[in-house]
Nanobody
Framework: QVQLVQSGGGSVQAGGSLRLSCVVS????????MAWFRQVPGKEREGIAG???????TYADSVKGRFTISRDSAKNTLYLQMTSLRTDDTAMYFC?????????????????????WGQGTQVTVSE
């Protein structure tokens, strides 16, 4: 049974940093694509960072150079390190995984491609 449990997030001032964590159980990391999404009320869920089984990352232009996706297989944890946060980064953030570690390479994450999701964690960035 695949389970994703998120932690981290919270409130921070613009320019600050946060790290989101997503503990994943029930998967073998070498065979899965992993990603982070975010959503604000009234808008579609946006894929912002993806990671394939070879740990090749993909980033949305809106976060490139500021956010870093990574994983620690020993801890079964997916991370999203967020720096230089802006007010428009305010959103609910979700981690997601899906079987098959290469199909996602070079592609921006799309919500419909991922079956397993974390519960979400709120990130609020203020001026």
């Amino acid at each position: 049974q695949v389970q994703l449990v998120q932690s981290g997030g919270g409130s921070v001032q613009a320019g600050g940093s946060l790290r989101l964590s997503c503990v994943v159980s029930g998967v073998m990391y070498h065979a899965w694509c992993m990603a982070w999404f975010r959503q604000v009320p009234g808008k579609e869920r946006e894929g912002i960072a993806g990671l394939d089984s070879d740990e090749v990352p993909t980033y949305a232009d809106s976060v490139k150079g500021r956010f870093t996706i990574s994983r620690d297989s020993a801890k079964n944890t997916l991370y999203l390190q967020m720096t230089s946060l802006r007010t428009d980064d305010t959103a609910m953030y979700f981690c997601a995984v899906e079987y098959g570690g290469s199909w996602c390479r070079g592609n921006m994450p799309r919500g419909r491609d991922y079956k397993y999701w974390g519960q979400g964690t709120q990130v609020t960035v203020s001026e």
